[in-house]
């Protein structure tokens, strides 16, 4: 990210936290956390951010469950 944006990429981390660290109470973003980062992401740049983090959710079992090794073809047999 660009420099001078400390306060939003520190919103944006925050709010990857959130997402990934499982909460036994259910909400994980409480207000707070949006209200934060919504105050440096305009509707555009949240939902970019939101979708990015839709990414990382969706590759992070396909790494745990097939164990990638980078650099490294592997075969699956069907």
């Not at 660009?2 to 944006?12: F, S, T, V, Y």
């Not at 983090?53 to 469950?65: E, N, T, Y």
Request: aromatic share 8%.
């Amino acid at each position: 990210m660009r420099k001078g944006r400390p306060d939003a990429e520190r919103a944006a981390l925050e709010l990857v936290e959130a997402v990934l660290t499982p909460n036994p109470f259910g909400e994980r973003v409480n207000d707070e956390l949006y209200a934060t980062a919504s105050a440096h992401y305009d509707d555009k740049a949240l939902w970019t951010l939101t979708l990015a983090i839709g990414q990382i959710c969706f590759f992070i079992p396909v790494a745990l469950i097939a164990k990638p090794i980078p650099g490294r073809a592997r075969h699956y047999s069907t």
